[in-house]
C-alpha cells in the first residue's frame, strides 16, 4: 500500500479545498473516501510535463514542484508525442491526469451506485479507474487504454494501492464485449462521434459520458441514455478540454494538405468578424461546430501577405473544401473572404452563427444529441424535436 506522509497529506486536503471552491461542492462523502484511499501521487509518473509550454519535471530533481503539481487542480501531462522523443518545441501532450475537479464533475454526472458496472475508455494514469475501483469494487470496473506502456504502468499503479480492475490494452472505440452490459461507460479522451460499441454494450437506461470534440472546437461533455433500441440521446453540458480519441484524430495542415496551386478561389467580402466565431465566445463556438461537423479552421497571424494583418483558414476534414477569411489590420466591419471547392463554408458558418445568434445565443446546457440506431448523430436545441441546421 502506498504511504502517504505529512507533505502529501497536506497537499491532498488543499485539493479538496480547491475542487470545492471550483465546484461549489466538496465531492460527495463516498468520492472523498476513494480519493483517501487513492491518492494522485502514486498515480503520476517519475516525469511529468508542466505548463502550456510542457517543460519537463522530474521528481527526483524538483520533489516540491512535483508534488504541489499532483495536488493543483490542474491536468499533469504524462505522456507527450505517444510516447516518443521529441525536441522541447515539438511536444504536444498524448496522455494526462485530467484536472481532479473535472473527474469529480464527471465522476459526479455519471451517477453510480453501488453493484453497477462501469467501462472507462482512456485509462492514463489509472487514477479515475482507481477512484471507480475503490467505489464500486474493481470486479465491477473495466478500463481500456490503447497505449501499451501507459496500461502496463496504470495497472502497476493500481496493483500499489491494492485495486486490480480489469485493465485492458486495446482501442477504446470497440469498448470490451467480453465483459458484459454496463450499466456506465465513461470517455476520458474526447470523441467526435460515438462509437456503436459503446451503446451496444450499455444496458438500457444505462448512461454514456464523454467529452464531445467537433473538428471546429474541443469543448462540452455529453451524456448519454441508451435506449435498449439501439440508441441514445441526453444532452451536453459546458466545459472540458480533453484528448481527442487516437482513430478520431485527423492531422491535417492547411498549406500541405489542402491549398494546391491550382486552386482558384472565388472572392467575396463580409461583415462577421471571424473572431465571432472563432475567438473567444466559447457558446458560439461550441454551437458553430455542432452546425458544421466536419469543418476546421486554425488562424494565420501575419501571413506574408501584402494588406493582410490576421486570416482565419477553414476547410473540410475532407479537404476538398476551404475558405479564408482576411482582416486587414484597420477595419473591423469588413473582412475579405475567399472560397474554393464544392462547399461554400464562410457561408455556412455565417448561417450557423446567424441561427445562434436568433435563437438567443444559447450555450452548451441547452442543447442535446440522439444518436438513432443507424449511427446518425443528430444535435438539438432544448427538445430532440427541434435539431439544429445541418450545415454539412
Ligand atoms: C486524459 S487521458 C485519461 C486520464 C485518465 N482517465 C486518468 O485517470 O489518468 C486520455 C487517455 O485516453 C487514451 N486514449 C486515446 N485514444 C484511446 C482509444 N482509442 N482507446 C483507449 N484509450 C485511448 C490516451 O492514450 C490517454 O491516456
Redesign the pocket.
Known amino acids: 500500500m502506498t504511504l502517504i506522509g505529512a507533505a502529501e497529506r497536506a497537499a491532498m486536503r488543499g485539493l479538496l479545498d480547491s475542487v470545492n471552491e471550483s465546484l461549489g461542492a466538496p465531492p460527495a462523502p463516498v468520492w472523498e473516501a476513494a480519493y483517501w484511499a487513492v491518492p494522485r501521487h502514486a498515480?503520476l509518473p517519475e516525469t511529468v510535463w508542466l505548463g502550456d509550454d510542457l517543460a519537463e519535471c522530474s521528481r527526483e530533481a524538483a520533489p516540491e514542484t512535483w508534488l504541489r503539481h499532483a495536488y493543483a487542480d490542474t491536468?499533469v501531462v504524462?505522456?507527450v508525442n505517444d510516447g516518443r522523443p521529441a525536441e522541447p518545441e515539438d511536444r504536444w501532450a498524448?496522455?494526462?491526469?485530467?484536472a481532479p475537479s473535472i473527474?469529480f464533475r464527471m465522476l459526479d454526472m455519471l451517477d453510480v451506485t453501488a453493484g453497477q458496472s462501469v467501462l472507462?475508455?482512456?485509462?492514463?494514469?489509472?487514477?479515475?479507474?482507481g477512484l471507480l475501483a475503490q467505489r464500486l469494487a474493481p470486479e465491477r470496473v473495466t478500463t481500456?487504454?490503447?497505449?501499451p506502456e501507459?496500461s502496463a504502468r496504470?495497472a502497476v499503479r493500481l496493483g500499489s494501492v491494492g485495486l486490480e480492475p480489469r485493465v485492458i490494452c486495446?482501442?477504446?472505440?470497440f469498448g470490451y464485449e467480453e465483459g458484459g452490459r454496463y450499466d456506465r461507460v465513461i470517455a476520458?479522451?474526447s470523441v467526435r462521434s460515438i462509437p456503436p460499441a459503446w451503446i451496444a454494450q450499455t444496458k438500457p437506461g444505462g448512461v454514456i459520458l464523454a467529452p464531445w470534440e467537433s473538428p471546429w472546437f474541443c469543448y462540452g461533455l455529453v451524456r448519454l441514455t441508451v435506449d435498449g433500441y439501439g440508441g441514445a440521446s441526453g444532452t451536453f453540458s459546458p466545459h472540458s478540454a480533453?484528448?481527442?480519441?487516437?482513430?478520431q484524430r485527423t492531422d491535417l495542415r492547411i498549406y500541405r494538405d489542402v491549398l494546391r496551386d491550382e486552386h482558384v478561389p472565388a472572392e467575396s467580402s463580409t461583415r462577421l468578424s471571424p473572431w465571432a466565431v472563432s475567438g473567444d465566445d466559447w457558446a458560439a463556438q461550441f454551437a458553430v461546430g455542432l452546425q458544421l461537423g466536419d469543418v476546421w479552421r486554425t488562424w494565420h497571424d501575419n501571413p506574408d501577405v501584402r494588406g493582410v494583418a490576421s486570416r482565419l483558414w477553414l476547410a473540410t476534414t475532407d479537404a476538398r473544401s476551404w475558405a479564408a477569411v482576411d482582416w486587414d489590420g484597420k477595419r473591423s466591419d469588413r473582412f475579405t473572404v475567399w472560397e474554393h471547392g464544392p462547399r461554400r463554408l464562410w457561408e455556412s458558418v455565417e448561417a450557423g452563427y446567424v441561427w445562434w445568434r436568433d435563437a438567443g445565443r444559447p450555450g452548451p446546457e441547452r442543447f442535446g444529441l440522439t444518436v438513432t440506431a443507424e449511427g446518425a448523430h443528430v444535435p438539438w436545441l432544448d427538445t430532440s424535436d427541434n435539431p439544429v441546421p445541418d450545415l454539412t
Open positions: 498515480f491536468p504524462t505522456q498524448s496522455s494526462s491526469a485530467s473527474v472507462e475508455i482512456g485509462t492514463g494514469t489509472g487514477w479515475n479507474a481500456i487504454e490503447v497505449d501507459l496504470a486495446g482501442d477504446g472505440a476520458t479522451c480533453f484528448m481527442l480519441m487516437r482513430g
